[in-house]
């Protein structure tokens, strides 16, 4: 199926099949794509406001976590800080990718993620100072 989406929702994973800039006018080899970088992501953002993505190549918008939900990688430690601290930064993301998209913003997330970034720096507060 392919949909019409705000550029600041496009993710890594989703397929692009159209966008509202001529060809020639993006820095892009071919019109249809696999959105496979951060990268990508920031390029389409900076030169497109609407892009198409076919969600039965790529990634949907539904697939994202949702409302209230606090994003996790196998790849944060959220047992420290530095991990604690970049999975609250995504978390703050996509709470703003949200806020972009759906113009309200969700105060009980950003409430619950400034108390997971409190207690994930409560045991290390003074590296966190010191660093």
Do not use: H
């Not at 949909?3 to 993006?26: C, F, H, P, S």
């Not at 920031?42 to 993505?53: D, G, K, Q, S």
Request: proline share 5%.
């Amino acid at each position: 199926m392919i949909k019409k989406i705000n550029a600041e929702q496009l993710e890594i994973g989703m397929y692009i099949v159209d966008t509202d800039r001529k060809w020639l006018d993006l820095p892009f080899f071919r019109t249809r794509f696999p959105v496979t970088s951060a990268k990508q992501v920031a390029t389409l953002r900076e030169y497109c406001r609407f892009v198409c993505i076919d969600t039965a190549k790529g990634k949907d918008i539904s697939d994202s976590p949702p409302a209230g939900a606090i994003p996790s990688s196998a790849d944060l430690d959220t047992t420290t800080w530095e991990g604690c601290y970049a999975a609250v930064r995504l978390g703050y993301a996509d709470v703003l990718r949200r806020a972009a998209a759906e113009n309200t913003l969700d105060f009980a997330t950003v409430d619950k993620l400034a108390a997971e970034l409190e207690q994930g720096i409560s045991p290390d507060s003074g590296r966190v100072w010191g660093a």
